[in-house]
């Protein structure tokens, strides 16, 4: 049997991958968003020239500088084709989360942030 917080957090990440997040007692709304974030990117089967990885990177050091570990569980189907719209919201996200870093005076949180918001430009960026 799976502990509360276990079952629990296998819950928000079913939940994410139907498109909405559920905020549990004890988790900031900020957590939520950073691991909805992780997750969408996590998910998409396109590596954007390498950007999506440096992406993930920097979202998981503000998770860290939020005091919490993002992982992403991809399920049987693996990596899948995520819709550039879709990427767009997560970096959306991205900048809600890094407005409430930059109100909270957390600068190390808000520049991973907004080096994971210019990678995610980059990666949605046409190549030429």
Known sequence: MASASTATHLVV????AYGFVILYPGTSVEIAMLEHVY????????????HRKHALKDIGT?????KTHLYAELGPGGRQFVPDSQIRDAQRLLSRVGASAA???NVKALSAIRSAIEQIDLALAPST
Not at 13 to 16: A, C, F, G, P, T
């Open 13 to 16: 990440k079913r939940s994410i």
């Open 39 to 50: 997750h969408t990117l996590s998910l998409s089967d396109n590596d954007y020239r390498g």
């Open 62 to 66: 503000a998770g860290r500088l939020f």
């Open 103 to 105: 109100a909270r005076g």
